[in-house]
């Protein structure tokens, strides 16, 4: 099956009240769409103004390690070359808010975003993030070239468009995902150590103790979680279903708007706990899920319910016994 079936079959989905309904849904998913990758290029303009609070340091650095994709820099006068990637990191991101759907200008601010976080990220320090956010302007290059119409566009190429912002959904997901994964395999392993494992009572209170004496900061509730071992193990262990569990929540549009919640109350923790959070991981979710196109303006909230990772399996079991 293609991925633009997929879309139409699973995500903008077939409505049971007739044809007419079904091209008005895919024509709201549509509008929602495209209003969601504008409304991302737009804030790609505030990120860069939001950057260049560094960009005087980082333009009279001497010395770097740029990441692969400007190794570059190696070759030419290294203040010339950084000036050279701030100048057209400014002219991308202006070129991709004022026409996003001129794909030139989109493969133009990816290629420019990825050579600033390779120079960014040439100090001995990789910083995670902003890859979410590199990833996504990838996977929008894919969108149409130009063409975006509305209620005017053919079906064929609502379709397409809606299936590359479902695959960008599918990519921010999958990283929650590994990260998840990765807290349970660190868990485990540490379950077979003299370490405190992150599935004991204490193992948040520790990994926040931790980071607080390791960054020598204060937070607003480090302190409370450091005290209060249950509370900070059931919201760490939910955390751990949220972030696992997010890759299937791509394919059932009714979680959509729930996870995203979720998603962006999990980094409003880690920034009143441990003092840090990925801004623009939280502008992605509000866009692709808490706005996400393909959630339904009305559902149940036993669907809802039923539709979390594990209930509806559970659900079953309990009817069978």
């Given amino acids: 099956m293609s991925v633009v079936r997929f879309v139409d079959r699973h995500l903008a989905g077939p409505s049971t009240e007739g044809l007419g309904a079904t091209l008005r849904a895919r024509t709201l998913a549509y509008t929602r769409a495209e209003t969601i990758v504008r409304v991302y290029y737009a804030l790609a303009i505030v990120w860069v103004v939001g950057e260049m609070n560094s960009w005087t340091t980082l333009a009279e650095v001497d010395a770097a390690d740029p990441q692969w994709p400007a190794g ?9 070359g950084i000036h050279a990637i701030l100048i057209a990191f400014v002219v991308a991101a202006l070129l991709a808010a004022v026409a996003p759907s001129w794909r030139l200008a989109r493969l133009a601010y990816f290629v420019m975003l990825l050579q600033y976080l390779a120079v960014q990220n040439g100090f001995g320090k990789v910083n995670h ?11 929008f290059v894919l969108l149409p070239d130009r063409g975006w119409r ?15 912002v479902a695959a960008a959904q599918v990519v921010v997901l999958f990283l929650y995902t590994l990260t998840g994964l990765w807290k349970i395999l660190f868990a485990l392993n540490d379950l077979t150590t003299d370490r405190v494992s992150g599935f004991e009572l204490k193992g948040f209170s520790y990994i926040i103790a931790d980071r607080l004496l390791a960054t020598n900061q204060d937070t607003l509730l480090g302190e409370f979680f450091v005290h209060n071992h249950v509370v900070g193990w059931a919201l760490y262990t939910g955390t751990i279903y949220l972030e696992a569990a997010s890759l299937l929540i791509a394919f059932r549009p009714r979680l959509h708007r729930v996870w995203g919640i979720g998603l962006i109350l999990f980094h409003l923790g880690t920034q009143l706990a441990m003092g840090f959070t990925f801004r623009p991981n939280v502008a992605l979710i509000g866009l692709l899920f808490v706005a996400s196109p393909f959630a339904p303006d009305h559902q149940t909230v036993r669907d809802t319910l039923l539709d979390l990772p594990g209930v509806r399996l559970a659900h079953r079991l309990t009817r069978a016994a």
């Fill in 129 to 139: 993030a902003n890859h979410a956010w590199l990833f996504v302007s990838a996977v």
């Fill in 150 to 164: 509305g209620e005017t566009t053919t079906r064929a190429a609502k379709s397409y468009f809606l299936s590359v």
């Fill in 72 to 80: 570059w820099l190696e070759h030419v006068d290294l203040q010339l």
